[in-house]
């Protein structure tokens, strides 16, 4: 193979072999974006069909060596034909499949015995519909492994490299433009979506350097092409889109966009399938399961990704990325200059939703520029220059402040429609903006002049926008992408006392702990708990009572039979101390009475705790992301608004802290209405210590603690629902 | 002034006297948009200036007659200049004053004593700028009004009227683009934001009939304005940008959008100044009060506006609305058809989440078709065609299930990019559309194929876009634009009760209602209250027990001086009544020991409510809107979580039944988690009985009911406190 290198802008940069700059994990991906040779099976002698097409890229603009296999022909566009990929002359390192899916096993056998890298497989028709085309998709898998060839596909539209003209994508020019050379790299799960994207970014006029269509994923999936990306010198923003994440490969994602972030990569993430509508159409589509987006939202925020809402943000945040993404803003301080005011503010009503600051001008820049510019300009932040603002003025107010260390950022309003505009003002913008490198967006708009001055911005590195709002949130996502990010926790060997109690209960052939089990349980991690005991006599109720020593208890029935206690009677509320053998015999009677055949341990006494505020931490397995924690106010309204917060477990306590903020209702817990100050740093402890539970016991399936009190010191969690399996 | 009649497309339509066209509030208007004769005060013979550009528009496109004002020239652009505007020897409809604010005053007089009917104030440093410009802007519109002149601005740009060519706007087309005529009319707070949007609707190629500035407001509005266009023939959409509502012009601007909606119009409205920055930005600009953005967004919907979150989403739903505002869905149920899985999942996504429904294709439908279709095909709902769909599978598909009536309105989702499409689909998708006469947006993209797609489209007036999102928002507003809307409710005459205890409250010097006044005044207003009873000695607390006849009591003390009653003991809890009379001692005791000089009524004595679901119901004045009423779960939570809704005073029981299902939390009213249903039609009651309060009697300023118990059967008023002026 090669030693391709990146180039951008038809700059070539010399580097050193490829190998070495890839990581070890990656490697096997080189082979699709870099291949010596490739043969395209199926390649049709027709002009019009997907095959001839793709041919016709490879033909024309590929910088390797190319094979077409198709016994019909010779030779088809000057390219030499063989019956079989077997009878090429050459070694080849790539395998592009575009045969019918029932076809596939044959060529991609024939491609093993070749000894190629890799297989792009362009047909559909496998598990995305349905039974049939599952265990066909299973098939070839097999094949791949036996022969040790990486597969992208099948259900995809392969590969777009601009380095060395590699295209696989079957559309004419004429029908997908190829954008310009830029800095960005695209991984899309779906095919019509990417070329959409390639169409788009090309009328924006923002460019890319490599983009893969990875369909059904059988084999590559997107962990390993934002990997592989990460390693590539010359990219700077990475696009994903992505319909759902595999069984199990959440993990290995979270790690790649990671790996992509340490590398100094920016990345952009789209989701299909948020609603349950979507999720419907996502399935019949890549055979996605698009699980919860709440889920995948946030931890791909945690891993350090912005998330798109849509497919236009998607794409102007990239653009912004891609421009900017090397300067590291070093917080949310926005300085706003425009000469529109409606712009102006609309562009503030966009930055202040998402959460970014507008700091007051200065008062001693304020003084000064007072002396120098018009009564009428407004001086405060956005600086409102006003429509009779010339070029000279926003040199003056740039000059003047954007350099000034109460600013980390740049928004520049300037539509060139007024007459004392010109476009000398893209100048003025883009060696400020070099000057002080700060993150800066820009909005302008003004017949040809405007586009004269974006396109020149843009050529400049500058992201400029039509509209304010797109401008703005372009800038907020070059801020999210540099934010400060928790290191990730590592799970510990659990505690053997913690394993023990679950895996007795397992050989009990239970699926859930018991009451008491499950507070031993939360005990054995240090999570503060109300004070219980499991009396299984009269005498143990009030030997209970006198070693939980609280003044008020709770009795319940604990039986592994019973799961609605209150609907049995098993529960009694208040229950003075001195009359807990008492309270074990209503208990047990009726239990007894209700369900008769029910077996029964014993009461659980634990003491009333005291009135906080009441938290809920659950612990589950996602199916794409494994264990996670779900952080939430208690209550039954929580859960209809939808205020909760979700992280990786194991959970450090940096992001658990992140957590409580995240949720709206933590102001209760900041000293609301002049309630004091709850104890978040005990809170936030809590949450890392169950989170580890499902993280370090592969038996435990769910945790939910319901409630957690806070108090103004401390938290005590009063009930706990463990399943294990 | 002669007789114009709106044209589009070079039609030309012949129609009765404007005049009669005109409603007799919005016909002051009309010079505005159809002078006969324009004076251009202030006119400058240098080309650049700003006065200078805008003659020449007025003398190369208008087509009625222009004169300049400016003592320098006999002459400037082929067009007479006078010394005055009292020296031009025709009468004059319109002046356009471009002279600097100072010596606007004198403009204006002249203009009047010369019977113009309009003036277009263009100059900026009035109210935007402080106190001695807001005098400056009081002192001209008292001008104004001795002469009956109508002022549009100051701090504006003025007018532009397709048909007539009338153009103030002084930006040279190489700096503003002039969108195409169609069917929409706009109007802007913002003059820079208004030109912004000039540019990009010409570029995105959506037509527009009329536009206009109107800056200060200092006179003529956007009720006004809206009012005017909801008149015009040629008005299908209505652009509506602000920053503010004028105090006390909230209602006219209601009413101008009912008007509109009532003539068939369409209005998307888009406010600036959404957040705190943003206010503070737009008070620099036009000097508007921003308001509260909840209760703006929630009265113009209300009213019947679709209220747009973003500059891109204003024009692109001002598109579809121009395009197909006149076609009334029946309702919310959209079929999807793609050839592009992911645009049609992130379709999907956007619908979904906006609150559209996606029934499954017919199984009747299912059959015939997957019988003419391959089986790759996906014929749910988004029926995927996949990238190997032909122009003929659209039509086959459109012809089958476009005119179903399981569904109310198309999203077509056609990209043209694959080899099998060509721009024939085009005329597929428009004849169908034309046929079934059902809302209707399309995605397409696809190089230059695709942008001829769109543009044939767009002239067949299907608004087509090149992104998933954007068509899907756009086909959500023109559901949302058409839904019915509740009747308004109007005031009646007050009980004679309620107003005789407010006005004795008010004649004491007091600005708030004693607790047993306030529930006294909701039960005039016939909302059910909790029994309560006023104990003024020791045997009437007895008696109030009794009266009262519940087993637990509530006592309080009732004092015009004690604010915090908790903080003084001033309250029990858990009476029995056999001890009101002693409850009646310890409250007053305790009041007497912590405020000695406060003067004391009495006790109040009320039954403990049974606990039911608890909510809030307030109602107060807003600024610019006038009484309106809100209302939210109880509790600490839902002010946190902003889970609310907010409507009109007085409030209809149409009104108050969408107000509840408008808050996430009414799950709980409608039995949430096996609970029962709650008693949602008592509660409507209570809205619109407690909205009347502040909007029939003025010096009611603010009533809050916290809580209101919501029970099985019927509600129950705990707690009010009532402000008054």
Same mark, same amino acid.
């Given at each position: 193979?090669?030693?391709?290198?990146?180039?951008?802008?038809?700059?070539?940069?010399?580097?050193?072999?490829?190998?070495?700059?890839?990581?070890?994990?990656?490697?096997?991906?080189?082979?699709?974006?870099?291949?010596?040779?490739?043969? =395209?099976?199926?390649?049709?002698?027709?002009?019009?069909? $997907?095959?001839?097409?793709?041919?016709?890229?490879?033909?024309?603009?590929?910088?390797?060596?190319?094979?077409?296999?198709?016994?019909?022909?010779?030779?088809?566009?000057?390219?030499?034909?063989?019956?079989?990929?077997?009878?090429?002359?050459?070694?080849?390192?790539?395998?592009?499949?575009?045969?019918?899916?029932?076809?596939?096993?044959?060529?991609?056998?024939?491609?093993?015995? &070749?000894?190629?890298?890799?297989?792009?497989?362009?047909?559909?028709? $496998?598990?995305?519909?349905?039974?049939?085309? &599952?265990?066909?998709?299973?098939?070839?898998?097999?094949?791949?492994?036996?022969?040790?060839?990486?597969?992208?596909?099948?259900?995809?539209?392969?590969?777009?490299?601009?380095?060395?003209?590699?295209?696989? $994508?079957?559309?004419?020019?004429?029908?997908?433009?190829?954008?310009?050379?830029?800095?960005?790299?695209?991984?899309?799960?779906?095919?019509?979506?990417?070329?959409?994207?390639?169409?788009?970014?090309?009328?924006?006029?923002?460019?890319?350097?490599?983009?893969?269509?990875?369909?059904?994923?059988?084999?590559?999936?997107?962990?390993?092409? #934002?990997?592989?990306?990460?390693?590539? @010198?010359?990219?700077?923003?990475?696009?994903?889109?992505?319909?759902?994440?595999?069984?199990?490969?959440?993990?290995?994602?979270?790690?790649?966009?990671?790996?992509?972030?340490?590398?100094? &990569?920016?990345?952009?993430?789209?989701?299909?399938?948020?609603?349950?509508?979507?999720?419907?159409?996502?399935?019949?589509?890549?055979?996605?399961?698009?699980?919860?987006?709440?889920? $995948?939202?946030?931890?791909?925020?945690?891993?350090?990704?912005?998330? !798109?809402?849509?497919?236009?943000?998607?794409?102007?945040?990239?653009?912004?990325?891609?421009?900017?993404?090397?300067?590291?803003?070093?917080?949310?301080?926005?300085?706003?200059?425009?000469?529109?005011?409606?712009?102006?503010?609309?562009?503030?009503?966009?930055?202040?939703?998402?959460?970014?600051?507008?700091?007051?001008?200065?008062?001693?820049?304020?003084?000064?520029?007072?002396?120098?510019?018009?009564?009428?300009?407004?001086?405060?932040?956005?600086?409102?220059?006003?429509?009779?603002?010339?070029?000279?003025?926003?040199?003056?107010?740039?000059?003047?402040?954007?350099?000034?260390?109460?600013?980390?950022?740049?928004?520049?309003?300037?539509?060139?429609?007024?007459?004392?505009?010109?476009?000398?003002?893209?100048?003025?913008?883009?060696?400020?903006?070099?000057?002080?490198?700060?993150?800066?967006?820009?909005?302008?708009?003004?017949?040809?002049?405007?586009?004269?001055?974006?396109?020149?911005?843009?050529?400049?590195?500058?992201?400029?926008?039509?509209?304010?709002?797109? !401008?703005?949130?372009?800038?907020?996502?070059?801020?999210?992408?540099?934010?400060?990010?928790?290191?990730?926790?590592?799970?510990?060997?659990?505690?053997?006392?913690?394993?023990?109690?679950?895996?007795?209960?397992?050989?009990?052939?239970?699926?859930?702990?018991?009451?008491?089990?499950? =507070?031993? =349980?939360?005990?054995?991690?240090?999570?503060?708990?109300?004070?219980?005991?499991?009396?299984?006599?009269?005498?143990?109720? +009030?030997?209970?009572?006198? &070693? *939980?020593?609280?003044?008020?208890?709770?009795?319940? *029935?604990? +039986?592994?039979?019973?799961?609605?206690?209150?609907?049995?009677?098993?529960?009694?509320?208040?229950?003075?101390?001195?009359?807990?053998?008492?309270?074990?015999?209503?208990? #047990?009677?009726?239990?007894?009475?209700?369900?008769?055949?029910?077996? #029964?341990?014993?009461?659980?006494?634990?003491?009333? !705790?005291?009135?906080?505020?009441?938290?809920?931490?659950?612990?589950?397995?996602?199916?794409?992301?494994?264990?996670?924690?779900?952080?939430?106010?208690?209550?039954?309204?929580?859960?209809?608004?939808?205020?909760?917060?979700?992280?990786?477990?194991?959970? +450090?306590?940096?992001?658990?802290? @992140?957590?409580?903020?995240?949720?709206? +209702?933590?102001?209760?817990? @900041?000293?609301?209405?002049?309630?004091?100050?709850?104890?978040?740093?005990?809170?936030?402890?809590?949450?890392?210590?169950?989170?580890?539970?499902?993280?370090?016991?592969?038996?435990?399936?769910?945790?939910?603690?319901?409630?957690?009190?806070?108090?103004?010191?401390?938290?005590?969690?009063?009930?706990?629902?463990?399943?294990?399996?």
């Amino acid at each position: 193979m090669r030693d391709y290198t990146d180039i951008i802008l038809s700059r070539r940069v010399e580097g050193p072999p490829r190998g070495e700059l890839l990581a070890h994990d990656y490697a096997s991906i080189n082979v699709f974006f870099y291949p010596e040779t490739v043969a =395209l099976i199926g390649a049709s002698g027709k002009p019009g069909a $997907f095959s001839h097409e793709m041919l016709r890229n490879l033909a024309t603009r590929f910088k390797g060596k190319v094979y077409a296999v198709n016994p019909k022909y010779k030779e088809i566009l000057g390219v030499p034909s063989y019956p079989s990929i077997l009878d090429i002359p050459d070694p080849v390192d790539l395998a592009v499949i575009a045969v019918r899916a029932q076809r596939v096993p044959q060529a991609l056998e024939e491609a093993g015995r &070749k000894g190629v890298r890799g297989a792009i497989i362009v047909a559909g028709g $496998f598990a995305e519909t349905g039974e049939e085309g &599952k265990r066909l998709q299973e098939a070839i898998v097999s094949i791949a492994k036996r022969y040790g060839v990486r597969i992208v596909g099948p259900n995809c539209i392969g590969v777009y490299n601009a380095v060395n003209g590699l295209d696989t $994508f079957f559309l004419p020019p004429e029908k997908m433009r190829r954008p310009p050379k830029g800095y960005i790299a695209v991984v899309s799960q779906s095919g019509a979506y990417l070329t959409t994207m390639m169409d788009w970014l090309s009328s924006e006029g923002v460019g890319i350097v490599k983009a893969i269509n990875i369909g059904n994923k059988a084999d590559v999936d997107e962990a390993e092409i #934002i990997g592989y990306y990460a390693s590539q @010198e010359y990219v700077r923003a990475i696009m994903v889109y992505m319909e759902g994440v595999s069984p199990g490969r959440g993990r290995a994602l979270v790690e790649a966009v990671r790996r992509a972030r340490d590398n100094g &990569k920016k990345l952009v993430v789209l989701k299909g399938g948020k609603t349950s509508y979507g999720a419907r159409a996502a399935k019949s589509h890549t055979a996605a399961l698009a699980g919860d987006y709440a889920v $995948f939202s946030s931890i791909l925020r945690e891993a350090g990704a912005v998330v !798109a809402e849509t497919p236009t943000e998607f794409v102007d945040i990239a653009k912004a990325l891609s421009f900017m993404g090397h300067l590291e803003p070093r917080g949310r301080r926005v300085l706003v200059v425009t000469n529109a005011g409606g712009p102006g503010v609309l562009a503030t009503d966009e930055l202040s939703r998402r959460g970014l600051a507008l700091p007051q001008t200065p008062r001693d820049a304020v003084e000064e520029l007072s002396k120098l510019l018009p009564p009428i300009v407004a001086l405060g932040n956005p600086v409102d220059l006003t429509g009779q603002a010339s070029d000279e003025d926003y040199q003056l107010v740039l000059e003047k402040l954007a350099g000034r260390s109460e600013f980390d950022s740049l928004l520049v309003i300037a539509p060139v429609q007024p007459a004392t505009m010109t476009i000398r003002v893209a100048d003025i913008i883009a060696d400020t903006v070099w000057r002080v490198k700060k993150p800066a967006t820009v909005m302008t708009i003004g017949a040809d002049y405007g586009e004269l001055v974006k396109e020149y911005l843009d050529s400049r590195g500058i992201p400029a926008y039509p509209l304010p709002d797109r !401008a703005a949130y372009s800038l907020w996502a070059l801020m999210e992408a540099s934010k400060p990010l928790c290191n990730m926790a590592k799970p510990s060997n659990p505690p053997g006392m913690a394993v023990e109690l679950v895996e007795k209960a397992l050989k009990e052939g239970r699926n859930k702990l018991l009451e008491h089990e499950a =507070l031993e =349980l939360l005990e054995h991690y240090e999570v503060p708990v109300a004070p219980y005991c499991l009396a299984k006599t009269p005498d143990e109720a +009030s030997a209970c009572a006198e &070693k *939980i020593a609280s003044n008020r208890l709770v009795a319940k *029935i604990v +039986s592994p039979d019973i799961i609605h206690k209150s609907d049995v009677g098993g529960v009694l509320l208040g229950v003075d101390p001195a009359k807990a053998r008492e309270a074990y015999d209503t208990v #047990i009677r009726r239990a007894r009475a209700h369900a008769p055949d029910a077996r #029964i341990v014993g009461v659980l006494f634990q003491a009333e !705790a005291p009135k906080g505020v009441e938290v809920i931490v659950g612990s589950r397995r996602d199916e794409g992301f494994g264990p996670i924690v779900v952080y939430g106010m208690g209550g039954i309204l929580v859960e209809l608004l939808r205020d909760f917060s979700i992280g990786l477990a194991p959970t +450090s306590r940096c992001r658990a802290l @992140e957590m409580i903020r995240e949720t709206k +209702s933590s102001k209760l817990l @900041e000293g609301y209405r002049g309630s004091e100050r709850k104890d978040i740093d005990s809170l936030a402890e809590a949450i890392t210590r169950i989170s580890r539970i499902t993280a370090e016991i592969d038996s435990v399936k769910e945790v939910d603690v319901n409630p957690i009190m806070v108090y103004e010191k401390g938290v005590l969690a009063v009930d706990a629902r463990v399943i294990i399996a």
